[in-house]
């Protein structure tokens, strides 16, 4: 069962790399049983987490014996959840013609509400994290600083400061001023470019993954 395992793993694995060929019947049907077997197992997991594992042991908690040898609900059960349930099924209404528009108003108020939340979150994650990030000592006064970590500190503030000169269009770049937003674009474009090699490289350790399932684990070449 294993060695069938193993091949079923590598026709699909080669069956995607040929898309660098061209596009295949060979791609299409790895494409679609990857599709496909993603769209059950995450249907599979949501079902039992949030509908089951949520919903219905939140609202209908399990029994258990208290001291007096009586059953009692094990948590008290919150039945907030069948607003959020009603909401779901609402949301459902989309797939019949006649009363699809009543999808419109969970649909409306579950984006209101993660608008919200998400903007509270990121507001905390994104803006005031990387304020925190670039307050920093700069000459090691009253703090056990190497000399790598003040040149560090100094580059980032003047990276920051010098960004957001650049995103600053009131003013002309000239002289000084356009200087500064000079430095600033160079600091972004590097900052760009970091990013997008931080991200070929975690796509290359996939590819290098499946170059190694290929030839180690499927052909036997590598030890």
């Not at 919150?78 to 528009?101: F, Q």
């Not at 920051?160 to 002289?175: A, P």
């Not at 600033?184 to 170059?211: E, K, N, Q």
Request: glycine share 10%.
């Amino acid at each position: 069962m294993e060695h069938v395992a193993l091949w079923v793993a590598a026709f699909l694995t080669l069956g995607i790399i040929s898309f660098l060929y061209k596009d295949n019947p060979w791609y299409k049907l790895c494409e679609a049983i990857f599709v496909g077997i993603s769209a059950g197992y995450w249907f599979i997991v949501l079902f039992w987490d949030n509908i089951v594992g949520k919903f219905w042991v939140g609202v209908f908690p399990p029994k258990e014996l208290n001291d007096v040898g009586e059953l009692v609900n094990s948590v008290e059960p919150d039945y907030w959840l069948i607003v959020g349930a009603v909401l779901g099924v609402l949301m459902l209404m989309r797939l019949i013609p006649n009363i699809g528009w009543i999808s419109r108003w969970p649909l409306a108020f579950i984006i209101g509400c993660t608008s919200g939340l998400y903007l509270i979150n990121y507001f905390s994650s994104n803006m005031m994290r990387q304020v925190q990030g670039t307050i920093m000592p700069l000459l090691g006064m009253n703090y056990e600083l190497s000399t790598y970590d003040i040149i560090g500190n100094i580059i980032i503030v003047i990276g920051t400061f010098t960004g957001l000169i650049y995103f600053y269009f009131s003013k002309e770049h000239k002289g000084w001023f356009g200087r500064a937003a000079k430095v600033g674009i160079w600091t972004i474009m590097i900052t760009f470019g970091a990013s997008f090699g931080y991200t070929v490289m975690s796509r290359m350790s996939l590819l290098i993954g499946r170059v190694d399932f290929l030839f180690g684990d499927w052909l036997g070449l590598i030890n």
